[in-house]
């Protein structure tokens, strides 16, 4: 029995080893170390809720059946002008009735909500439109999954190591860990300790002092690490997790099992590490937002906003700028998504500003994918943020003032800690791990378009950028993306703005170029695709040792993808993903119909080996949400009239400037005096604007590629004489997510797999 343990053993030891090399080759494929990427594909809605309710996959809710008339104890579908304090009610309703899950649906109309409405109380329930050409919410105050309560916490027995997915509480009192419960891990910032706050969710970080170690240093809103200094408590590094079990040892101690297993490799109990838990009543847990459009009062101090759990925001339409960002995802909170939306961040009937689509902080794990972000960054974060994906996102028309980075701005106003970021597949102007408040580490990019700019908008200096690595984000990598495409970065590497890369541009720390990974990117600065080695980080020491990546092979492709390691190579679709096939002509967003075609874009969309595609020498196509952007119909209603002046038609290079020649130059009176959104898309109606898309009725769209405050500047191959009319713009768009529809393939994710790892060499050791 002796040896036959001594067997096993050596079974274990072997399969582990080979899973995790197969696993970390599926993610990183010989290219990324390991310590530099994470198990990305647990982003999203968990396989089961703490209902029992499952999900085909973490972009799919499950499936529930309608709360009726009875159930809801209010007429269903709920009519326009009901009250949204009853709406929540039946919500309660629904919920006790259908504690396995149900959804409550609105009818057609306007509903509006003017006071803070909470529906934690209505847990595993989906709060559904008709549509959002047909149901509209108006905010004037906020809409919340959760509202949050009186935490518990405790302190770790050990040191937890990286990839634990249990471990033991000491002290705990009061209430204990529950099974199924969110719980949340956190410590003081690097050089800091302090004491548990049970009941505020967080350490009370009040003894030592910030000093860099060389490695992952967790700083935030301090002058020694960041552009901006500020007096809130450093405790920011947070992951959040689920309780899959709870076993009571006596005297106050726990072991607690959670999952996902923990990210990072510096958790310490010399940096007060602790868990913390709530109670189900104050988080959302699997309440859906669905298939509605919600337009927020101009200026109003109101969001859609966390603490929530295994919740989502699907087929929503997000029209105007409240006080501060339209959706607040989801502080306290995991395992969230939102896909398939439209943001229009900004108030047609006062185009001059705009506001984030999202500010994300204090969340782990959540995916936002295949969402559409007019007029603003979709993504300010905000800070302690761990595991999350965002892919496949469009984002236009961010700000004509100057490029600006557009998905993700990681601000960290919140907090630093910011780890194991992925963006995939995401086409927009930039990214930037910014250092205005705080620090972040391990983020990565991959397989996106980063422009430099909103084209085809033209800047009047080149001031873009394709990625910026600020001060004291470390050990970020960018693998496969294309970058550039635009005149707005005319430079391949520097610390200033027009870029390809920018580095550590508010502050002092050449660790954040040193440690950054960069491989099998595409440029148009260059024109090639780079294997530098001098671009590899292969000779890190000290605490930036275990960061380090090897320079991969030459003749290494990226992976399709790094969240969906299932999914192969589909140059003319078959992808199984239910969400990749786009009505890009005929389609009827007040009923869903599609009575045009259809298009499924190559999968990956992006990447040096991408070629043939319409984008940037062909090395992109544009992904499902961009062609929806594209071929959505205009909402009229939303447009405003302009009256055109004068006109000017010129094949003149410096005539044109900054926009490229020929083009139409229109003097156009009333256009907002402040403001710097004035840009994207527009109709013009009457007069004699001929050309390909404007003509003597309303036509199709025309982009800006320039404006000011009293012209905007269109491309135009001839000269259509005396313009007049009228402009009409802003341009949001009609929308209904069953614009995107099923791509048949194999599988819910698609695609048959990476091929299995070759060349493993396993080593057996006896163990006495």
Not at 20 to 47: C, E, F, H, M
Not at 423 to 444: A, C, H, I, P, S
Request: net charge negative; proline share 6%.
């Amino acid at each position: 029995m002796k040896h036959f343990g001594r067997v096993l053993f050596t079974l274990f030891i072997a399969t582990f080893f080979l899973s995790t090399v197969a696993r970390s080759q599926a993610l990183g494929a010989n290219i990324l170390s390991p310590s530099r990427v994470i198990d990305w594909g647990k982003a999203g809605l968990p396989a089961t809720l703490p209902d029992g309710e499952t999900t085909a996959n973490p972009w799919t809710p499950p499936t529930r059946p309608a709360c009726t008339s009875a159930q809801a104890g209010i007429t269903v579908p709920v009519p326009s002008g009901t009250s949204f304090s009853s709406i929540v009610t039946a919500m309660n309703n629904c919920s006790a009735a259908n504690p396995s899950g149900s959804y409550l649906l609105l009818g057609s109309g306007s509903f509006t909500i003017g006071s803070v409405a909470e529906l934690n109380t209505a847990p595993y329930v989906t709060l559904r439109g008709s549509g959002p050409m047909s149901t509209t919410i108006t905010l004037s105050a906020s809409l919340q999954f959760g509202q949050g309560a009186n935490s518990n916490g405790a302190a770790l027995g050990s040191i937890p190591a990286q990839g634990a997915n249990s471990l033991t509480l000491t002290g705990v009192s009061g209430s204990a860990p529950v099974t199924g419960n969110l719980a949340w891990f956190n410590q003081c910032n690097t050089g800091f300790s302090g004491s548990i706050q049970a009941g505020a969710g967080y350490n009370n970080c009040t003894s030592g002092s910030y000093a860099d170690n060389g490695g992952l240093y967790i700083c935030g809103r301090s002058t020694t690490c960041s552009l901006y200094s500020g007096t809130a408590n450093p405790a920011d590094q947070v992951q959040y997790v689920s309780i899959t079990s709870v076993s009571n040892n006596g005297g106050g101690s726990y072991t607690i099992g959670f999952s996902p297993s923990l990210y990072m490799p510096n958790w310490s109990t010399s940096n007060t590490a602790a868990m913390y838990w709530e109670g189900k009543s104050g988080i959302g847990y699997g309440i859906g937002l669905e298939d509605m459009s919600i337009v927020f009062s101009n200026g109003a101090n109101a969001e859609v906003s966390g603490p929530a759990y295994g919740c989502w925001i699907k087929g929503v339409r997000f029209v105007g700028a409240p006080a501060n960002v339209q959706v607040s995802a989801f502080g306290r909170g995991a395992h969230n998504l939102i896909s398939n939306s439209y943001f229009f961040s900004m108030t047609p009937s006062s185009p001059t500003s705009a506001v984030s689509g999202v500010f994300n902080a204090s969340d782990s794990d959540s995916l936002l994918l295949n969402n559409i972000e007019d007029y603003a960054t979709f993504i300010e974060g905000g800070g302690s943020q761990s595991g999350e994906v965002v892919a496949y996102n469009s984002i236009h028309n961010n700000n004509n003032a100057g490029p600006f980075p557009s998905v993700t701005y990681q601000h960290d106003n919140s907090g630093a800690g910011v780890n194991f970021i992925l963006l995939e597949g995401n086409q927009g102007d930039g990214w930037d791990d910014d250092d205005t408040w705080g620090t972040g580490d391990l983020n990565t990019t991959f397989r996106n378009w980063f422009a430099c700019s909103s084209a085809p908008f033209a800047y009047s200096s080149a001031a873009g950028i394709g990625i910026a690595v600020d001060a004291f984000h470390r050990f970020d990598s960018a693998i496969a993306n294309v970058l550039g495409g635009t005149a707005q970065c005319t430079t391949y590497s520097g610390s200033g703005n027009g870029a390809i890369y920018r580095f550590a541009s508010s502050g002092t720390d050449p660790l954040a170029a040193a440690t950054f990974m960069r491989w099998l990117n595409y440029d148009t600065v260059t024109g090639a695709v780079q294997k530098n080695p001098l671009e590899v980080p292969t000779g890190l020491s000290g605490n930036a040792l275990a960061f380090a990546n090897i320079l991969p092979n030459v003749n290494l492709t990226a992976p399709a993808s790094f969240f969906m390691d299932s999914m192969g190579f589909y140059p003319s679709g078959g992808t199984g993903l239910s969400w990749w096939k786009v009505c890009n002509s005929g389609f009827s967003p007040s009923s869903g119909i599609c009575a045009g075609t259809t298009t499924a874009p190559p999968f990956p969309t992006c990447g040096p080996d991408v070629t043939g595609g319409n984008e940037v020498n062909g090395h992109c196509y544009d992904n499902p949400a961009s062609i929806a952007y594209k071929t959505l119909p205009v909402d009229t209603t939303y447009q405003n009239s302009y009256s055109i002046t004068a006109s000017t038609w010129s094949n003149v290079s410096s005539t044109c400037a900054p926009a490229p020649a020929p083009c139409e130059i229109l003097t156009v009176s009333g256009l907002p005096s402040s403001g710097n959104r004035l840009m994207g898309p527009m109709q013009i109606s009457g007069g004699s604007c001929a050309t390909t898309g404007a003509s003597t009725a309303t036509g199709s769209e025309v982009y800006m590629t320039h404006a000011t405050s009293t012209t905007v500047t269109y491309s135009l191959a001839s000269n259509p004489g005396a313009c007049t009319g009228t402009m009409l713009w802003p341009d949001v768009r009609q929308f209904d997510e069953r614009v995107y529809e099923a791509d048949s393939g194999s599988s819910t994710r698609g695609g048959t797999g990476p091929n299995p790892p070759t060349g493993l060499a396993g080593s057996t050791q006896t163990i006495p």
